[in-house]
C-alpha cells in the first residue's frame, strides 16, 4: 500500500508570493492533517480535514488555509508569504478523525523563503 | 493546554548500549500517547502508541515504551541500540476526550546519536 504522498518535495518561493501543497492520503484514509515543522518552534499543527469539511485549526494567521476533496486528496496554501514561513510542512494522514487514530505522515514538503 | 517534555535535546548511546528516552506530559486527563522517529529528510513514522491496557507497549524495530500514570511519563526503550536508530525521536500526545480537537501535540524531540 502507498503511502502518504506530498508534492512537491522542495519548493522556492519569495516574500508576497503564496503557495500551494499538495497530499494524497494512504488510500482509504479519509482525515488529512497538516503540521508545520521548524528549528524554533518544532512541530505545530496547522489544521484537520474530514469529509472535505475542516475539522480543527491550530494557531495560525489566516494566510494559511486548506482544502479536502471528494477523493481525500489535500491541499494547503500560503499567501503572502513571510520569511517566517520556511519551514517543512507535513501531511499526515488517518483513517479516521480521533485521537485513537494513529497519524501516517509524508516526507513533507520543504519550503524556503527568499 | 497540553504540552509535551522532552527534557533531552541530545543523548548519545554507544552501539550496543541500552536506550531510554524520556517524554513527560501534562495534560488534565491520560492523553493518547506517541512515539514517532524523523530520519533526516524523511517524515515522521510512528513507533508506537498507548491508547489504555497494558502499561508496557511494544513497537516497532524493538522499541518499547512504559506508561506511569502517577509520573505522567511514556519513556522510551531499547535494549542495545543500532548505528540505524541514529534518528530525531518525538514523543506525542492527543486528547482523548473531545476526539482530534487540535490534532497531536508534539515535544521538541530527542536527537539520538550513535556512537560506534
Known amino acids: 500500500k502507498a503511502g502518504v504522498t506530498q508534492t512537491p518535495r522542495y519548493l522556492i518561493k519569495t516574500r508576497g508570493q503564496q503557495v500551494t501543497l499538495s497530499c494524497s492520503p494512504i488510500s482509504g484514509h479519509r482525515s488529512v492533517s497538516w503540521y508545520q515543522q521548524t528549528p524554533g518552534q518544532g512541530l505545530q499543527f496547522l489544521f484537520e480535514?474530514?469529509?472535505?469539511?475542516?475539522?480543527n485549526k491550530g494557531n495560525f494567521p489566516g494566510r494559511f488555509s486548506g482544502r479536502q476533496f471528494s477523493n481525500s486528496r489535500s491541499e494547503m496554501n500560503v499567501s503572502t508569504l513571510e520569511l517566517g514561513d520556511s519551514a517543512l510542512y507535513l501531511c499526515a494522514s488517518s483513517l479516521s478523525p480521533g485521537g485513537n487514530q494513529p497519524q501516517h505522515f509524508g516526507d513533507g514538503t520543504r519550503l524556503s523563503i527568499l | 493546554a497540553q504540552s509535551v517534555t522532552q527534557p533531552d535535546i541530545h543523548i548519545t548511546v554507544s552501539e550496543g548500549a541500552s536506550l531510554e528516552l524520556r517524554c513527560n506530559y501534562s495534560?488534565?486527563?491520560?492523553?493518547?500517547l506517541f512515539w514517532y522517529v524523523q530520519s533526516p529528510g524523511q517524515g515522521l513514522q510512528l513507533l508506537l502508541k498507548y491508547f489504555s491496557g497494558d502499561t508496557l507497549v511494544q513497537g516497532i524495530k524493538g522499541f518499547e515504551a512504559e506508561f506511569k500514570r502517577s509520573q505522567s511519563s511514556f519513556n522510551l526503550r531499547k535494549p542495545s541500540v543500532h548505528w540505524s536508530d541514529a534518528a530525531e525521536y518525538f514523543c506525542a500526545v492527543a486528547k482523548r476526550v473531545g476526539g482530534g480537537a487540535d490534532g497531536l501535540t508534539f515535544g521538541k524531540g530527542t536527537h539520538l546519536i550513535i556512537q560506534p
Open positions: 495534560y488534565g486527563a491520560t492523553p493518547y
Open positions: 480535514y474530514f469529509s472535505e469539511t475542516q475539522r
